[in-house]
């Protein structure tokens, strides 16, 4: 009998561990999940499709929970005071990730989304429609991918942001998964598919001053070298809704 309560306390110990390796990259202190507390793995690309791997990625069967889940493992890195560090980068990945930046949301130029293996985060509130210029990135080859995380950015009502890729980085209808809360709750909305061949990617505000609550994202992998973007996100809110539309 003895033995065995030796042998669950060890085993709870590391599993605790376990616990703190893991909110160690992923937290700010501030009692936040982590990726295994919310049934996630890491790296980040095995947690989409239904066979979560990375050939499942490019399709349209992950879970709204799942898409969900990950915006709130993604909540402290768009809390905390920094950019996103290579560590917690390299930790999200999977590969060497370089170091994050941090973009002004209401800043007219270049859409925002960064290169291979890199972390931007928007920063700052959207006041008026603001359309983003193509992409200057052009995420060229198979396998590469990027990740966008909204720090907590309030759309003033009605308002409307279009974030563009680049010219070679055109939508892939077969793998593109987006879905939304409603204000203030937990109740996730797929949003309409996407068509081969868009660029836009336009995300509308609802009649009320409406917040993209922090660890919201848009994770953006190259499912080939040209023009087969696969887009997958969470977009969390209070306030009002957000509705996501495509064009090209």
């Known amino acids: 009998m003895g033995t065995k309560r030796v042998g669950v306390a060890r085993l709870q110990a590391l599993i605790e561990l376990a616990r703190k390796r893991d909110r160690a990259a992923f937290t700010d202190g501030k009692g936040h999940h982590s990726y295994s507390e919310l049934g996630l793995g890491l790296p980040w690309i095995r947690n989409f499709g239904s066979a979560r791997t990375n050939a499942d990625c490019e399709s349209l069967t992950t879970a709204n929970s799942t898409l969900f889940r990950l915006a709130l493992a993604l909540e402290p890195l768009g809390k905390q005071a920094g950019v996103v560090s290579v560590e917690q980068g390299t930790k999200l990945f999977g590969e060497t990730a370089v170091v994050g930046t941090d973009y002004v949301l209401n800043t007219a130029g270049a859409s925002p989304i960064p290169d291979d293996l ?58 593109f998964e987006v879905v939304c809360t409603g204000a203030g709750n937990d109740i996730v909305t797929r949003q309409a598919a996407t068509t081969d061949a868009h660029q836009n990617i336009i995300l509308t505000a609802s009649a009320a001053d409406t917040t993209i609550l922090a660890g919201s994202y848009m994770y953006f992998y190259a499912n080939n070298d040209t023009d087969v973007m696969t887009v997958k996100s969470c977009l969390r809110t209070t306030g009002g809704t957000i509705t996501v539309t495509t064009s090209n």
């Open 118 to 175: 890199n972390i931007t985060r928007l920063t700052g509130d959207l006041p008026a429609t603001l359309t983003y210029t193509d992409s200057t990135t052009d995420i060229t080859t198979e396998d590469m991918f990027s990740l966008i995380i909204f720090a907590g950015n309030t759309f003033t009502a009605s308002q409307v942001l279009t974030i563009s890729t680049h010219a070679n980085n055109e939508l892939d209808a077969e793998s």
